[in-house]
């Protein structure tokens, strides 16, 4: 949760770096938590659907590509931990994929 004082000075139109990555941690949070609370595993690939969208929603905020996002990660301990990613931990998982998921729009068009 966002403290009191976080959320006044945001309202006010001040927000310091440390205070950012505090609404981001939060977020983070929220958003592993609902998507994994939204989408029961049954099938392998389940496990991948989840995390891709919670690796492509932390990216939109970030407003990071894929590879700066995955060296963003790496370097912020709190937001891995926060994002409890288990199969998309490397930029190569996310790729192979994201490669996977494209083959299968394509032949699902076809």
């Known amino acids: 949760m966002i403290p009191g004082h976080v959320a006044e000075k945001i309202n ?8 950012f990555w505090i609404v981001a941690l939060n977020f983070a949070r929220v958003v592993s938590e609902k998507a994994r609370g939204m ?10 659907i989840i ?12 407003g990071f590509p894929p590879i700066l996002f995955y060296a963003f990660l790496r370097d912020h301990k709190e937001l891995r931990e ?13 790729e192979e994929f994201r490669k996977k998921l494209h083959r299968l729009k394509v032949k699902i068009n076809n």
Not at 51 to 62: G, K
């Open 39 to 48: 989408f029961r595993v049954k099938e392998k690939y389940d496990d991948y």
């Open 51 to 62: 995390e891709y969208y919670i690796v492509e929603t932390m990216r939109f905020f970030f």
């Open 82 to 94: 926060a994002l409890n990613l288990k199969v998309l931990k490397t930029f190569s998982n996310y």
């Open 12 to 19: 006010r139109g001040e927000m310091t770096e440390d205070e």
